[in-house]
């Protein structure tokens, strides 16, 4: 009716002269919240209200005017390849000038997949950061338009961060990252990222360090944020990646760095949206509330009638019931508020449904109670069973008179028997739950090899394992003639008993403070890394000592980057020396190789020549070695662990370097003369000729001095 | 020939997708700007597409109607152009053939009705008959067709703007339920200029309401008295009120209309005050179709308009509807200001025969 929408449309054609905008979208999070279904299917392929995750991003970044789009896929990569293939957006017609699935089979964290991002040499200009499952309704056009301001304005500045105003426990907010953060209230500028800490850990506060406050006149403290996980950056950022190898985490990890950083001195702001819609689905919990919020309307225009897919046909019905072309009801059932029904779906004699999501080609049988659950494509749900804040996946059978509790997640394909109960936050399965689990962290973790057919390889194994055991069913979970197995959930411990994971989270009658719910997703994603890795590459002390050398190397590189005093950074290695078991020969090994990467980093990037770097950083912290090196055997060991080291590094300037190492650790008196011969005359050391030109130059000097001293002693006497 | 026809259907599919998605996507709103996108999207569609008759040609933008509505079946000005334009096709290919010509020259009166009566047997026995030579001409002919609907469309708030001085008196009060309507906005504005009188505004909380204090604020600055009142207070005002004027959403074959949510209620009370009320719109509003399903006509909104998301003890605790729109009876109107007169609400069944055809009504 009013044509001030003209403008509007006219502004869309202008964006043809601006920089294109491109997305990078995280098709995984390298998180299990949503075992064992994504065992299957990748989490972003999961439908929400009937529609895939994924489209939800694709059609917010479709409205934000983005021209580019990758979709940085690991975890059942070709899955999601073959999705966007066969969509939409893949069509000449599509909003997007390109859309491309990148595999980043390697890549293990959102570290790694923003280190591929650089090396790729994706990104030309600013962009979106996005993970695949957020659902909003935001208009970005402002946000950006304030990024464009920032930019300008802060030379430092490098990222946005989209956070949704809302409140501690509100019910699409994550309680598996709640965080706070610490804004500058003029400018909000992010001065402090803070996970909110366990009520299981021992910290209970949160530390700020008080130099983080300086130089903002008035700060805000705030924990009411939905973290959606829309970020829009500066190119920079995907090398602030690549410099800071071990940042694994977009939040715990690079964010608070960068915040903290006093080397890189960069800027983060945060973009506060209040009217809009904002969430992320990243567990059972923020499943069922951003479906609710979905159906309740507060998305608008998403909304499942706005038919995302093209063979959609949802209309409205008051009471919020969407109904598509094609669904059967019978004359006394019961559709109350809040459902959605799928096409050719089929509802029963009596059945009642409020607050539920019912997928195409369903059966739904005579006297069935449905209450805010799930169903999607394909189930059959038969004649008596009760179906309370469940999940039914695709194809899954429930038999007569069976009763779902709270929490269930039947997975795809599963058989429940008649009159079986499901307790509690049961999670059941097709295929045993050791074998599935162990292929999927497989296909999740790494693929160094044929990965590319996750599929293939999951159904061998399944077979392999099934014709061992010869049992398709565990009786006392599905009942006699039914299909499955008990999922456990690899980290099922006592954080689990909030209701993380489970779609239960009847909050009201827990009465907890969020800080209760919270768990610290470090703690988790140490277990599950170290887990992970010990399933891929069997589980000896070998392991123990890689995965100590690799945190190790973390720890002193962080260290080094941060600046930390000496002492902080010896007292986390010594730690970590404790808790892995490990000799000091594996620590020196850690604190060198970790030197000489920032050397090389320095020489690489041309901050500085080989000479100042080696120098600079050896200076500083061979204090380090201090209490590493205790004896003279120990001297000669740290002598040639820097020489294997140096041997290994790059050869332009590989015995510059070892040469000012060697030379700094002498005048620091680190080594002494008598080792620094004894090492040089041994066979190990005479064996890596490489290196040793420069060097030996230098202990000829040495020799040579030491003979003068010598002389002039003798003289003296 | 055969590559160059995948392409020109490549284009035609591309046209017709990237458009499709614009409108679900909502990039282009309001009945003025849909109704001049479409107009533009068919010239290009037509001039890009391939047929061999006019039946053809007619079914192909058939099938162009019968997405666009599917894709946004709220947005009514976009099903009625493509009528629109589906009523010039139409009635070129009757002119084309010379016994049509003969009658419509006899009696250029009795046409609508004898079209009302006749079968649609005679175009389809002509329509095949047409060489090359004669489907381009229709082509430009068509789209030169389309060219003056839209500056028809562009002119609508002119011709409005005509009879204001006839409806509008001095010191009289009126009343406007719906300020997000451009078309009411200019009415006004232009009214000013002759007379002198006061507007009063509902509030129209929750969705108009920003609409509400700009146009509020247009219309001060432009020295006219402007008052706005709480949609509470509508009929404790309404003795004093002179005229309603509403802009309506769409107008439907019956009369009835489709406007902004709360307008039925002013209606409702300016019956019961026997206070005329006045709905303006232009042309393109003018939908064919008979608003069986009331229901479906209406959209309903965001729920966060009506309940702050942040208030996490409510939501989810407690349902939420925010419908946008109200079907506004006929009997509740007393007058239609179009671009080409003033109507009765009983007299809208005309207009549209007159504009589109009978068998262009339901497009599936």
């Excluded at chain 1, 071990?246 to 949206?273: C, E, M, N, P, W």
């Amino acid at each position: 009716m009013p044509p001030k929408n003209s403008k509007k449309i006219t502004g869309n054609n202008d964006s043809d002269e601006e920089p294109k905008l491109q997305a990078i979208v995280l098709t995984d999070c390298f998180q299990t919240k949503f075992m064992p279904l994504t065992s299957i299917k990748p989490r972003c392929l999961l439908p929400l209200a009937n529609v895939p995750l994924i489209e939800y991003t694709l059609e917010f970044l479709a409205q934000s005017n983005v021209s580019e789009v990758y979709l940085m896929c690991c975890s059942h990569a070709d899955q999601i390849q073959q999705y966007i293939d066969e969509s939409i957006w893949n069509l000449s017609s599509s909003p997007f000038k390109k859309i491309q699935t990148i595999m980043s089979l390697e890549s293990r964290s959102v570290g790694d997949i923003m280190r591929d991002v650089d090396s790729r040499g994706l990104i030309t200009g600013d962009f979106i950061m996005v993970s695949g499952d957020v659902v909003t309704n935001m208009d970005l056009t402002k946000a950006i338009s304030i990024h464009k301001q920032r930019k300008l304005a802060d030379r430092d500045y490098i990222a946005t961060m989209i956070l949704k105003e809302a409140s501690e426990l509100h019910r699409a907010r994550s309680r598996i990252e709640p965080a706070c953060f610490i804004l500058d209230k003029e400018t909000d500028k992010c001065l402090y990222y803070q996970d909110i800490p366990s009520i299981n850990g021992s910290k209970t506060s949160v530390n700020i360090d008080p130099e983080v406050l300086e130089g903002s006149m008035e700060f805000i403290i705030r924990n009411d944020l939905i973290d959606c996980h829309v970020d829009i950056c500066t190119p920079q950022v995907p090398s602030i990646f690549q410099d800071n190898f071990d940042y694994q985490f977009l939040r715990s990890d690079f964010v608070k760095g960068v915040l903290s950083s006093d080397l890189l001195k960069k800027h983060i702001y945060a973009y506060i949206t209040k009217e809009d819609y904002a969430a992320r689905v990243e567990s059972w919990q923020t499943y069922d509330g951003i479906s609710q919020d979905v159906i309740e309307r507060w998305c608008y225009p998403i909304v499942p009638e706005r038919n995302m897919l093209i063979d959609q046909t949802y209309t409205y019905e008051s009471k919020h019931i969407y109904k598509e072309n094609n669904v059967r009801l019978s004359q006394s059932c019961k559709i109350q508020s809040r459902v959605v029904i799928g096409s050719d779906t089929i509802i029963g004699d009596g059945t009642n449904v409020v607050a539920s999501v019912i997928g195409k080609n369903c059966h739904i049988g005579n006297n069935v109670t449905l209450e805010n659950s799930y169903i999607w494509d394909g189930a059959k749900i038969e004649d008596g069973c009760i179906v309370k804040h469940s999940i039914v996946a695709a194809n899954a059978i429930v038999k007569k008179n069976a009763m779902l509790n709270s929490g269930s997640v039947i997975g795809f394909d599963v058989v429940i028997d008649e009159n079986v109960i499901i307790p509690n936050d049961t999670k059941i399965i097709k295929d045993p739950v050791k074998n599935l689990s162990d292929s999927t962290i497989l296909s999740f973790e790494s693929s160094d090899d044929e990965s590319n057919n996750d599929d293939s390889e999951d159904d061998e194994s399944d077979d392999e394992f099934i014709h061992n055991i010869k049992k398709t069913h565990d009786p006392s979970i599905v009942g006699e003639n039914g299909i499955g197995f008990l999922y456990e959930d690899e980290d099922d411990d006592e954080e689990q008993g909030f209701g993380n994971s489970t779609i239960i989270y009847q909050l009201a009658s827990l009465n907890v403070s969020d800080v209760s719910i919270a768990s610290t997703t470090i703690v988790h994603q140490h277990r599950h890394k170290k887990r992970t890795t010990s399933t891929v590459s069997g589980y000896l002390t070998e392991d123990d000592e890689e995965e100590f050398s690799k945190e190790a190397i973390a720890t002193v590189t962080r260290a080094l980057e941060n600046n930390h005093d000496i002492d902080t950074a010896l007292l986390e290695l010594n730690t970590l020396r404790m808790s892995m078991n490990v000799t000091y020969h594996e620590v020196r090994e850690a604190t060198c190789a970790a030197l000489l990467k920032r050397v090389g980093h320095f020489i690489e990037t041309q901050t500085l020549g080989a000479k100042d770097a080696t120098g600079k950083v050896f200076k500083r912290w061979c204090p380090l070695f201090k209490r590493q090196v205790f004896d003279d055997d120990d001297q000669v060991d740290l002598l040639m662990i820097l020489q294997t080291l140096c041997s290994s590094i790059d050869k332009t300037y590989n015995s510059l370097v070892f040469l000012y190492a060697l030379v700094v650790l002498y005048d620091e008196e680190i080594v002494e003369e008598e080792n620094i011969y004894k090492w040089w005359d041994s066979e190990e050391s005479l064996r890596l000729v490489e290196v040793r030109d420069k060097a030996e130059k230098w202990i000829e000097w040495l020799r040579e001095a030491e003979s003068d001293e010598d002389d002039e002693e003798e003289e003296d006497e | 020939m055969s590559a160059s026809a995948v392409a020109a259907t490549q284009k035609f599919e591309i046209l017709v997708d990237s458009f499709i998605s614009k409108l679900k996507r909502r990039q282009i709103t309001g009945s003025f700007s849909v109704a001049t996108e479409t107009c533009h999207l068919l010239m290009r569609v037509i001039s890009n597409s391939r047929w061999t008759n006019t039946d053809e040609f007619i079914q192909l933008i058939r099938g162009v109607g019968q997405r666009l509505i599917q894709a946004q079946p709220r947005e009514f000005a976009a099903g009625n152009i493509v009528r629109r334009v589906l009523a010039i096709i139409r009635d070129e290919v009757n002119d084309s053939t010379p016994s049509q010509i003969a009658l419509s020259n006899n009696a250029p009166l009795n046409t609508s009705m004898f079209q009302l009566l006749s079968t649609n047997t005679t175009t389809k026995t002509t329509s095949k008959e047409t060489t090359k030579a004669q489907n381009q001409d229709l082509r430009s002919v068509v789209i030169q067709g389309i060219r003056e609907l839209i500056d028809e469309i562009a002119s609508v708030h002119e011709n409005i703007e005509l009879m204001t001085v006839d409806l509008i008196h001095d010191n009289e009060i009126l009343l406007t339920p719906t300020p997000g309507s451009q078309t009411v906005l200019n009415f006004l504005l232009k009214a000013s200029l002759k007379r002198k009188f006061t507007v009063l505004i509902t509030e129209s909380y929750p969705n108009d309401i920003e609409e509400c204090h700009k146009f509020a604020k247009t219309l001060a600055e432009a020295q006219i008295e402007t008052v706005i009142i709480p949609d509470s207070t509508v009929f404790a005002v309404m003795s004093r009120v002179g005229k309603v004027l509403i802009g309506a959403r769409s107008v439907f074959a019956n009369g009835g209309c489709v406007t902004a949510a709360g307008v039925a209620t002013v209606c409702e009370c300016a019956k019961e005050h026997r206070t005329p009320v006045f709905a303006v719109a232009g042309l393109y509003k003018f939908s064919p179709t008979y608003p069986f399903d009331r229901d479906s006509l209406i959209e309903v909104g965001n729920s966060g308009k009506v309940l702050p998301y942040e208030d996490s003890d409510l939501v989810g605790k407690c349902e939420v509807t925010n419908p946008l729109f109200d079907y506004v009876l006929p009997e509740m109107i007393d007058i239609y200001i179009t671009n080409i007169g003033g109507f009765s609400p009983n007299f809208i069944y005309r207009i549209v025969l007159d504009n589109y055809k009978n068998e262009d009504v339901h497009l599936d």
